[in-house]
């Protein structure tokens, strides 16, 4: 089965500053869905970004951007200009072409802004 | 468009109970799939409905089981309910399975077991 690691259990960065939060998975296909997703304190999962395997360009959401490296199987997320409202539990997912929608997550990294 | 919706939010139930949760996807969505949210745990996927069919299911005892409706809305049932069964049920919807279309997430049901 696929495995998703997160090696950062809490993070911090200050507002308007740059952070990168670190995800690693383990898989022998060859093609798949790479998602980092944001679950704010008691609300509901949205997704930030999302990168499809078999495209080299690292994909890019206004703020957000991704660093995948595929022969090293990583995919950072690197949030810029820090905003108080990104503040929460980020959690990095992988899904297969081949098993329908299972994600299977990693066990997220708690980020704090300060202000 | 409404978002997934799940009710009920809150449920408060003691060992030996059964529950059923529910989950009203996008409008259009024919794909839900289910999560259980456990501090200890994480996400650890249930599993999948697709047009009333299920397509995938994860490691979880019989206990734990499901259904879609023709109107793609879908219940979890959870029997003989165990303390560790406590937890943040979420479930997700999409318009179809296996493609590159983005799963919307609902705000969840707080399953406590007493």
């Known amino acids: 089965a696929q495995t998703v690691t997160q090696s950062q259990p809490e993070m911090s960065v200050q507002e308007a500053e740059t952070v990168t939060l670190s995800c690693t998975y383990d898989?022998?296909?060859?093609?798949?869905?790479l998602f980092w997703y944001k679950q704010p304190p008691s609300r509901q999962m949205i997704l930030v970004i999302r990168q499809e395997a078999y495209k080299q360009q690292n994909a890019t959401e206004n703020r957000f951007s991704v660093n995948f490296q595929k022969a090293a199987k990583s995919f950072s997320l690197k949030i810029s200009d820090s905003q108080l409202g990104d503040a929460a539990m980020y959690f990095c997912?992988?899904?297969?072409?081949?098993?329908?929608?299972?994600?299977?997550f990693g066990t997220g990294t708690s980020l704090t802004v300060i202000p | 468009k409404a978002g997934v919706t799940q009710t009920p939010r809150y449920l408060i139930k003691t060992r030996g109970q059964q529950v059923t949760l529910s989950c009203s996807p996008i409008?259009?969505?024919?794909?839900v799939s289910w999560y259980q949210q456990t501090p200890g745990q994480g996400l650890q996927f249930l599993f999948e409905?697709?047009?009333?069919?299920?397509?995938n299911k994860g490691n979880f005892p019989g206990r734990f089981s499901g259904r879609q409706f023709s109107n793609s809305r879908s219940e979890m049932n959870v029997s003989t309910l165990e303390l560790g069964d406590s937890a943040l049920y979420l479930c997700?919807?999409?318009?179809?399975?296996?493609?590159?279309?983005?799963?919307?997430f609902g705000p969840g049901t707080r399953l406590l077991v007493l």
């Open positions: 997700a919807s999409s318009l179809a399975s296996g493609g590159p279309e983005t799963q919307y």
């Open positions: 409905y697709f047009s009333e069919t299920q397509r």
């Open positions: 409008s259009g969505h024919r794909s």
């Open positions: 898989t022998s296909e060859s093609d798949y869905y």
């Open positions: 997912a992988y899904r297969s072409k081949n098993t329908g929608n299972q994600f299977y």
